[in-house]
Nanobody
């Protein structure tokens, strides 16, 4: 069992930066791939980024490549999403999630956090 708690969301102007954190409980955190998803009002949840258990591999949605960076610290049971050059279209609730292997499909993720709101003003 893994419990996930996101933090770091907030209101930022376009072009600004935020760093989201996702703290995990449970001894098995380091065995899971971790992902970030987001859901904007009236839209479906979409994949943002993912990182393998060893941090050796990462995946990104095309819309965030070069602007968002996913990292993890297994010693701290935490995964991060550094968000730079933010755009109004990045406004959404951001969720972290865990799955046994690296992937982009939300259906493969078995543990989910409650989400943190990110709002980017123009």
């Amino acid at each position: 069992q893994v419990q996930l708690v996101e933090s770091g969301g907030g209101l930022v102007q376009a072009g600004g930066s935020l760093r989201l954190s996702c703290a995990a409980s449970g001894r098995t955190f380091s065995t899971y791939a971790m992902g970030w998803f987001r859901q904007a009002p009236g839209k479906e949840r979409e994949f943002v980024a993912a990182i393998s258990w060893s941090a050796g591999s990462t995946l990104y949605a095309d819309s965030v490549k070069g602007r968002l960076t996913i990292t993890r610290d297994n010693a701290k049971n935490t995964v991060y999403l550094q968000m730079n050059s933010l755009k109004p279209e990045d406004t959404a609730v951001y969720y972290c999630a865990a799955r046994p292997g690296l992937g982009i499909s939300s259906s493969g993720y078995i543990y989910w956090g409650q989400g943190t709101q990110v709002t980017v003003s123009s």
